[in-house]
C-alpha cells in the first residue's frame, strides 16, 4: 500500500466546500466505503463537529466512521491504537493546533500515526489537521486563550511532510491576515512555506510525489521562501499528473524568476 497524506488549507465541510478533495481521500483508500475514524483534539473534541462529520463522510459519502475522542473519553492506550489500527482513513479537524499536539504527544497518539503512515492508511485533515503532518505550521492556537491579545506562532508537527505549513492562506483570524503574517515570519525565521489556500489540498504519495487538488476554481497553493533578501511566494501549479516532490521544493533564483 501506497504511504499518503493529504493537507488541506480549509473549507466547510457542512456546506460541502471540500468535496472534490474528500472524495479524492476516499479513493486513495482503495475501499468504497473505507472506515473513516475521525480525530477531534484540535476542536477540544466537539459533539457538534463530530454529528457534521458523521452526516457527511457517514451518510453523503458513504465511509464508515468513527471517532477518538481524547480529552473527554480517556480512552486507555489499547483502545487508542485499536482505533487508530483498524481505520481505512483517519481524517483530523481543524481547532487549536498547539493544544492537539500536546495531547498527542502526551497520550502517544502521534507515534501511533506515524506508525498507521508506514501501514499504508490514508492520513488527512483540514486546517490543524493539515499542519500537523509538517515539520511545523503557522498557527492561531494562542488565539483561542487570548481573543483580544494574541499573535501567530510556529507550532511543531509530526515532521512526515517537509517544509512550514500554512493553512488558510487566502483567510484571516480575528482580522489578522495570514497571508502577510505568513511572509513576515518566513522573512524572520526561513525555512521552506508550502501555503495553501481554503477548499484547496496537497496529496503526497509515498513521501516522493505530490499533486495540487481544488474543489474551487479559485483556490491555489504556494512555496514561500526566502531568496537575494526577498520572500518569494509562488503558486504551484495544478496538474493532472503526479510530480516529483523535489519540484514542490524548488527554489529559483531571483534573478531568474519570471512575473
Given amino acids: 500500500m501506497p504511504k499518503v497524506i493529504v493537507a488541506i488549507g480549509g473549507g466547510e465541510i457542512r456546506t460541502r466546500g471540500t468535496a472534490r478533495i474528500d472524495r479524492e481521500i476516499i479513493r486513495l483508500s482503495n475501499k468504497k466505503n473505507p472506515k473513516l475514524l475521525f480525530v477531534p483534539t484540535a476542536s477540544s473534541d466537539s459533539e457538534r463537529y463530530w454529528k457534521h462529520i458523521e452526516e457527511y463522510f457517514g451518510n453523503y459519502l458513504k465511509c464508515e466512521t468513527d471517532a477518538l475522542f481524547l480529552l473527554k473519553e480517556k480512552p486507555s492506550t489499547e483502545q487508542i491504537q485499536a482505533k487508530i489500527s483498524s481505520a481505512d482513513i483517519i481524517y483530523v479537524g481543524g481547532g487549536n493546533t498547539q493544544q492537539m499536539m500536546r495531547v498527542w504527544r502526551h497520550r502517544g497518539v502521534d507515534k501511533l500515526l506515524k506508525a498507521a503512515y508506514e ?5 488527512a485533515g483540514i486546517s490543524a ?26 507550532v ?4 512526515l511532510i517537509k517544509g512550514i505549513h500554512c493553512p488558510h492562506y487566502n483567510s484571516m483570524t480575528r482580522g489578522v491576515p495570514r497571508r502577510k503574517h505568513f511572509q513576515e515570519m518566513i522573512a524572520k525565521i526561513g ?45 504551484i501549479r495544478q496538474e493532472k499528473r503526479a510530480a516529483p516532490v523535489a519540484y514542490l521544493y524548488h527554489r529559483r533564483r531571483l534573478a531568474n524568476r519570471t512575473a
Fill in 156 to 159: 511543531r508537527g509530526l515532521g
Fill in 191 to 235: 525555512g521552506f512555506g508550502i501555503a495553501i489556500e481554503n477548499n484547496c489540498a496537497i496529496e503526497f504519495i509515498d513521501g516522493r510525489f505530490f499533486k495540487v487538488i481544488s474543489s474551487k476554481s479559485y483556490s491555489r497553493a504556494y512555496r514561500v521562501y526566502r531568496c537575494d533578501g526577498e520572500v518569494v511566494a509562488e503558486q
Fill in 129 to 154: 489537521g493539515s499542519i500537523c503532518w509538517f515539520d511545523s505550521g503557522h498557527s492561531d492556537s494562542m488565539s483561542f486563550y487570548s481573543p483580544r491579545k494574541w499573535k501567530y506562532i510556529n
Fill in 119 to 123: 501501514n499504508g492508511t490514508v492520513l
